[in-house]
Nanobody, 112 residues
Framework: QVQLVESGGGLVQPGGSLRLSCAAS????????MGWYRQAPGEERRLVAT???????NYADSVKGRFTISRDNAKNTVYLQMNSLKPEDTAVYYC??????WGQGTQVTVSS
């Protein structure tokens, strides 16, 4: 069983930045695709970004140019740097391991 621990969420003003982190257990972290998803109230969970074992990244159109996903295999950690945040980015953000395991989620609220 893989354990995922997310951190870094919070309240930020529009135009601000946050960095989310997701630390994973397990010995094959460097070999798997990691992803970030988000779910706003009343909506379905949606893909934000993914990063493969070869550092190939993919982003939702709504976050391209503002968000950056990265990974540190030595720390078994994936990051999501979020810049130029908008109120519509408000959601619970979830880390996903190998398209299978989910983290508990971290709340991001963008509001003045």
């Amino acid at each position: 069983q893989v354990q995922l621990v997310e951190s870094g969420g919070g309240l930020v003003q529009p135009g601000g930045s946050l960095r989310l982190s997701c630390a994973a257990s397990g010995s094959i972290f460097s070999s798997v695709t990691m992803g970030w998803y988000r779910q706003a109230p009343g909506e379905e969970r949606r893909l934000v970004a993914t990063i493969t074992s070869g550092d190939i990244t993919n982003y939702a159109d709504s976050v391209k140019g503002r968000f950056t996903i990265s990974r540190d295999n030595a720390k078994n950690t994936v990051y999501l740097q979020m810049n130029s945040l908008k109120p519509e980015d408000t959601a619970v953000y979830y880390c996903r391991y190998a398209f299978r395991y989910w983290g508990q989620g971290t709340q991001v609220t963008v509001s003045s």
